[in-house]
């Protein structure tokens, strides 16, 4: 695609952005919604309506070339996503469930389930690629160093000639080996593509056809690699224009635009004098200095505010007994009325309202009419490098100037009117002093420095030490199998709970740990994820998604398991120092993820003894305090992974992780793609000999990583070398899938028990009991008395 195919892709993504803002911030204000369903269906149709701007503006960012166009994109880039996030917490409020299902919204909308999977903006990592790079560098220096450190401790002894010969010879025959087998490996490999040609015959591909398919991947990746140098190369120019263009503005136009400005501010004391017959107060720098002078009002009303701010400082003392009571009254009033927050399945009598977002009103609203106002109707015709424009950098930049001259001209021309004000009358001038003296700032507490005299390079190499930083293995969220789930509507209408897919967990993967944290301004306002929580069956996949985690973000992962950090961080002072280095080092490094293993025994009843020794309860005591330490923008995730989350209690552990992902048993439809896509990864090849759907259906009851390991474990190099004489069948598979145990039901049942004893499970349980205990037209009003589940059903009988 060309500039003008993401210009006009730009162009389409804010044309619907205009039809959201004109459902965020309608002319009129909406009347309450008292249909839960109603409002549940609208607030979802939102949801995949913004995926879809989401998509479109991050293919758009990644691959247009104009610096300033990017910065615009950018900015509804992040207003987007985090319009997404807060979408989806507000589903969660409304059916307190963690996975959504919108199979009926794609058919309205007539969109494929691919368009409703969530991006991953790829800038989280190209644009951090220096610091990542250098990250890793001293990460491979620092492990290259302590693999050294352990070589040496463990020949220290004095080597003897003969055993440095023998060492020598094994290493040389085990390279003749090695050669030996890539030669004979190459002569199979050209046998087996000799066997296919011939086994092909006429269904071959025609040579120009495969030139021009490769013809076509290869342009593809040389197209976007030459656009991302361009778009560096164009940064660059931009950056040295913004401070050649900045100094130039400042040197021509900043003696007049100063000297303008003070006559006026001056012009402004004399028209004060004249009317009030004394000086006026020059307005503070919070209250926006001398643009508080500028705007369109009289010299008499500016007087009268400055004059009701002064009465309002004075009068705080006497107020603030009244206010007391009353306040809290006030405040009472108002968190019962918020607490009546709208359920789908309730009758409420106010009703449900649209939640005001600070991404629509600070990132979308004004990007969208920067973009309608300046870009939407600009010709760029003759502008195909598509360069920046001089004239909005001169714009831009007189702007800053102005502003950055008037906070230099407020600080003299107060200081002059202090003079003036003190030649006629010293009596005032020494009242105001009193009265600034009161004005005092109440300092807040910082968190205290525990290593004060450190350098985080060298907090950095302690940690990776002790075995804590440690690093991921690649792997890509887009590696994490699963099929879409096609029928929950028709589930839910038969009255059943619909089981979350492998797709569902992947795209809670990326709403919970991956998206808020790849952006510092969607982490400041977004709802936070302090604590995510990672559980399911051995083999399905949790310390995949953790590592694709780290990866998609470019994230520094610690591992603060009990067993990692017995030996090294002990006692009380120990986790106190070891939970100081996590946030110290976690919040100047970010994005981090901190890991913690089999996390259920921190909140276990009895350990056992083999538990104890690690003593996992002092990291427990630890984890609450610390987690209140992490503010908006920190951008740090902790992360525990269990596969026995029913043995914990409950509500300790869910203080610490809020945010649960279950990962379920995979369907029929996820198996299927695990078959047939790690056959064809691991070198095999389906043909109709083949069972795909055999080996599916037999699978069941197997986790992913069963399904990985036998595929693995049958693909061997001989069993590959025999593949086009003996095709591969169902039955090469089931010896090694039948090594591995199966996830039972009892297993499966009570995972989904325990997740019912989480504050959420049971307001879901709660909420789909007021559902049956409704009128029966499956809109789930509740009954005017307030009846539940088995009481609501007895008021129908006796009704009957």
């Known amino acids: 695609m060309s500039h003008i195919s993401y210009n006009k892709q730009w162009q389409d993504a804010q044309i619907a952005m205009v039809d959201m803002l004109a459902i965020e911030t309608p002319e009129q204000p909406r009347q309450p919604e008292t249909d839960g369903n109603a409002a549940f269906q609208l607030v979802a149709t939102m949801f995949v309506k913004y995926v879809q701007i989401f998509r479109k503006l991050e293919q758009c960012y990644d691959q247009i070339v104009h610096p300033q166009k990017r910065r615009l994109i950018r900015t509804v880039l992040d207003g987007c996503m985090g319009r997404v996030l807060e979408l989806k917490h507000e589903m969660i409020s409304m059916d307190f469930s963690e996975y959504h299902y919108f ?28 610091a990542i790079e250098k990250r890793e560098r001293l990460l491979g220096q620092i492990l290259a160093r302590m693999t050294l450190d352990n070589e040496n401790q463990e020949t220290s002894g004095i080597m003897t000639m003969d055993d440095a010969i023998r060492i020598i010879q094994s290493h040389e025959r085990a390279r003749q080996g090695r050669l030996r087998a890539k030669q004979i490996g190459e002569l199979r490999l050209n046998d087996q593509r000799a066997r296919q040609r011939a086994n092909m015959g006429e269904s071959k591909m025609d040579k120009i056809l495969a030139a021009t398919i490769i013809q076509k991947y290869y342009r593809r990746y040389v197209v976007r690699h030459e656009r991302r140098k361009r778009q560096e190369k164009h940064e660059i120019t931009y950056q040295q224009a913004l401070i050649a263009t900045r100094e130039k503005i400042k040197q021509t136009e900043g003696p ?25 107060d020059f307005p503070d720098e919070d209250d926006g200095g001398s643009n508080k002078i500028f705007e369109k009002k009289t010299v008499e009303e500016i007087q009268e505010e400055l004059d009701a701010k002064l ?8 107020k603030k007994g009244k206010k007391g009571k009353k306040g809290k009254k006030e405040k009472k009033g108002k968190k019962g009325k918020k607490g009546k927050k709208k359920k789908k399945g309730g009758d409420d009598e106010e009703g449900w309202t649209l939640p005001e977002s600070q991404f629509v009103t600070e990132m979308i609203k004004p990007s969208t009419q920067t973009y309608q106002s300046f870009w939407e109707t600009r010709d760029e015709a003759h502008n195909f490098e598509q360069n920046h424009d001089n004239e909005i950098v001169k714009e831009e930049k007189r702007t800053e100037v102005t502003e950055e001259i008037r906070i230099e001209v407020d600080a003299l021309m107060r200081e002059e009117l202090k003079n003036l004000k003190a030649a006629i009358d010293k009596t005032k001038e020494k009242k105001k002093k009193k009265k600034k003296k009161k004005k005092a700032k109440k300092k807040k507490k910082k968190e205290k420095d525990l290593t004060p005299d450190r350098t985080m390079e060298s907090l950095y190499e302690e940690l990776v030490m002790n075995r804590i930083i440690i690093r991921p293995p690649k792997v890509a969220l887009s590696d994490f199998l699963g099929d ?4 929950p509507s028709l589930i839910r209408q038969a009255k059943h709970e619909p089981m979350p897919t492998m797709y569902d967990v992947k795209q809670l993967t990326a709403l919970y740990g991956i998206l808020p944290l790849g952006s510092e301004k969607v982490h400041e306002i977004a709802p936070q994820v302090k604590g995510l929580l990672i559980c399911g069956p051995r083999g399905c996949g949790k310390h995949m998604l953790l590592h694709a985690i780290c990866n998609e973000l470019g994230a520094n992962l610690f591992d603060i398991t009990p067993q ?14 070891l939970m100081h280095l996590c946030s110290k080092v976690g919040k100047n490094l970010p994005p ?4 913690i293993g089999d996390c259920e025994k921190l909140f276990k009843k009895k350990l056992k003894p083999e538990e104890k020794q690690f003593e996992p309860k002092r990291l427990a005591k630890a984890l609450p305090k610390w987690l209140k330490t992490i503010k908006p923008g920190d951008r740090v995730l902790l992360v525990g992974i269990s596969h026995e989350p029913y043995q914990g209690v409950v509500k300790p552990m869910m203080k610490i992780f809020p945010r649960v992902i279950l990962l379920p048993r ?6 299927l793609l695990l078959w047939k896509t790690l056959i064809i990864k691991y070198g095999g090849i389906i043909t109709p000999a083949l069972d795909i759907t055999s080996l599916a259906k037999l699978s069941d009851s197997y986790a992913p990583g069963h399904i990985h390991n036998t595929i693995v474990e049958t693909l061997t190099e001989r069993r590959l070398a025999k593949m086009a004489k003996h095709p591969l069948q169902a039955t090469d598979f089931i010896p090694g899938l039948a090594h591995h145990n199966a996830i039972y039901k009892e297993e499966e049942d009570a995972y989904k028990s325990w997740w019912k004893k989480t504050p959420l499970g049971k307001k879901r349980e709660r909420f789909l009991d007021e559902l049956e205990s409704g009128e029966g037209d499956g809109k789930g009003k509740k009954d005017k008395k307030g009846g539940k589940g088995k009481k609501g059903g007895k008021g129908k009988k006796k009704k009957k």
């Open 592 to 595: 981090t993820v901190i890991y």
């Open 666 to 671: 995979p369907e029929y439809g996820t198996r």
């Open 564 to 577: 990692n950090i017995y030996e090294t961080y002990r006692e009380k002072e120990g986790i106190k120092m």
């Open 311 to 318: 009465e309002s400082k004075g009068g705080k003392g006497d």
């Open 484 to 487: 879409f789930n096609y029928l």
């Open 256 to 280: 007049d635009m100063k000297e303008r400005l003070q006559e006026q501010i001056r012009q402004w004391f004399i028209e004060c004098r004249n009317v009030s017959q004394k000086f006026p």
């Open 103 to 130: 199979d009926d919204i794609l058919a309205d909308l007539k969109l494929t389930p691919n368009d409703l999977e969530i991006p991953i903006p790829n800038y989280f990592v190209l644009e951090r690629a220096q």
